[in-house]
């Protein structure tokens, strides 16, 4: 079994509706993202999917948040935006993206001190 990692990051401002404390205000994050699947097949030439091709499957979906407010989005608005419900929906669209490979998790950074790993 293999397991292939890419990383990218963008900026976006969130609040956190219902929570006591400064985070409830509007602020923001340079998040790091990671995205993990997994195989057991190889191609000819021995490559089991192409970073670059899931580099771009990845910036893809991150390109829609960067330099916006999560509350503005249509997941965010039903989802508080908090670092949980961001793995999660990386997670939701990057799996679409990807099939038939298996997405094992995507690993979310809002500092270089704190983050969270979503899988299913």
């Known amino acids: ?3 292939l990692t890419v990383r ?4 976006s401002a ?3 509706r219902d929570y006591d404390g400064k985070c409830r205000n509007l602020h923001g994050h340079t998040w790091q993202v990671a995205v993990t699947v997994s195989g057991d097949k190889l191609n000819d030439i021995g490559v089991m999917a192409d ?3 899931m580099k771009q499957q990845l910036n ?3 390109v829609r948040l960067d330099h916006s407010c999560l509350n503005d989005h249509e997941y965010f608005k039903v989802n508080n935006p908090t670092s949980e419900n961001l793995a999660r929906f990386i997670f939701q669209e990057y799996k679409r993206l990807i099939a038939p490979l ?3 998790k995507v690993q979310v950074w809002e500092s270089d001190r ?3 790993v979503y899988y299913e």
């Open 1 to 3: 079994m293999f397991e």
């Open 114 to 116: 704190a983050d969270v």
């Open 51 to 53: 970073f670059v091709e």
């Open 8 to 11: 990218s990051d963008f900026s």
């Open 102 to 104: 298996k997405l094992v």
């Open 60 to 62: 893809s979906i991150l």
């Open 14 to 16: 969130h609040f956190l």
